[in-house]
């Protein structure tokens, strides 16, 4: 399939767009970045809320939200070597669904309202962030992951590695706007060693540089604590 | 496979466990339901088959547990055949399987927010808001099938699929809406597929079934009791 075919819309911090990347990466589909402009500095924050990327344009055909375009690139392409994104046994889905609607609707939640919010609010986000980090360690350490399946999909990048992997590029900005500590080689050691795993993984091209990040998110703080 | 096999934990009030027994009856898979009567104190079963977020339905088959009804309904649909020469509840061609996720989770995010505005509260902006969600989310839905998903009847075409499942569970809750919120949810001038939607997808096989396991008229004087106990809300 020839690369201009597959395009993703994206703007180059966002951890949405992101999982898209990951996701035809790790599945060795070629694609074309459409990058959009950086509108989000100087402006409001129902701009930041509503940002519709990324959209993944495939022949032509666009699809917009980040967890149907992964499900839609696992479907759609051959997994290399049987690495599929999500793993084919029913039960086995079920579960990797789950942990992706966690990390999605609890984990990701509370790491906005840590982007957002401040105070007693910021600091009640602060704590359930850590409680799902928690958990996930917990999910890591019952699938006996070691440094050779470090990912939450055993041996490979499947898809709650490609959910929750780009968002965990902005924790060093949430430490610093939360004024906390995520101690993932302290306290989550499974964590860590994901953490660093998806580092040196066939996903890390698509990494933006870590300084240049930072300094978008500590912006974008500075814009959303203005209103 | 006996039926103990498969097992759902829930309770008759729960519009996302209707979604799970509308699903496995439409697959004609026998089930035993383990009530859970009380969420103010929820059971050994409950709090060890769903540790992280203690909350119905859940589905144990072989003993292993399976959450959130969504999930739940795609992996029933992956795990057994359909019946009556019905395809699964999601469409063989990826693209369409994604717009058919999208449109399910819009009914999980839309449906949801408008409903819990309007059973949360009296009358207010909050109700107000509420009427304006729901109304909203039935006009997109109703233009839903008729762009997207026509020619219908359901979402699913001539079968039900994984949105007709998500968005049949409330029907059960609109006598409740409509009467707590003092509103009509379905217009027939601005819903009109979504109207003849309803007409025939109360019919559908596991779909009645499904909805007769939580009568409207009993879930709106379990709702109002709620109201007050919970909520402390006065009529």
Known sequence: ?227 | MSHSDVKVLSSWRSLFGVRVLIALKAKGVEYEFIDEPDLGNKSKLLLESNPVHKKIPVLIHKGKPICESLIIVQYIDETWPSQHDKGSFLPQDPYERALVRFWADYVDKKVYEGCILILKNIEGELMEQGRSVVRESMVALDGALRDVFSPGPYFGGDQINLVDIALASYLCLIETMETLGNFKVLDESTCPHLCAWVKAVVQYPGVKEGLATAPSQKLLESICSMRKTIFGLTE
């Open chain 1, 1 to 227: 399939m020839a690369s201009e075919q597959v395009k993703v819309v994206t703007f180059w911090a966002s951890p949405y767009g992101l999982r898209a990347e990951f996701a035809l990466t790790a599945k060795g589909v070629p694609y074309q970045r459409l990058l959009e402009v950086d509108h989000w500095h100087n402006k409001s924050k129902i701009l930041v809320e509503s940002n519709p990327i990324p959209v993944l344009l495939h022949n032509g055909k666009p699809l917009p939200e980040s967890l149907l375009i992964i499900e839609y690139v696992d479907e759609v392409w051959p997994s290399p070597d049987g690495k599929h994104l999500l793993p084919p046994d029913p039960y086995d889905r079920a579960m990797a669904r789950f942990w992706f609607d966690f990390a999605e609707k609890k984990l990701n939640k509370a790491l906005k309202s840590i982007l957002f919010k401040k105070g007693d609010v910021q600091n009640a986000a602060v704590e359930e962030a850590l409680r799902c980090i928690s958990t996930l360690e917990g999910v890591l350490e019952k699938a006996s992951s070691s440094k050779d399946a470090p990912f939450f999909g055993g041996d490979h990048i499947g898809m709650v590695d490609c959910v929750l992997g780009p968002f965990s590029l902005w924790f060093p900005a949430y430490e610093i706007i939360g004024d906390f500590k995520f101690e993932l080689q302290e306290k989550y050691p499974h964590m860590h060693t994901w953490y660093q795993a998806l580092r040196t993984s066939s996903v890390a091209a698509c990494i933006p540089d870590s300084d240049k990040l930072l300094e978008f998110i500590l912006g974008l703080r500075k814009v959303l604590c203005r209103e």
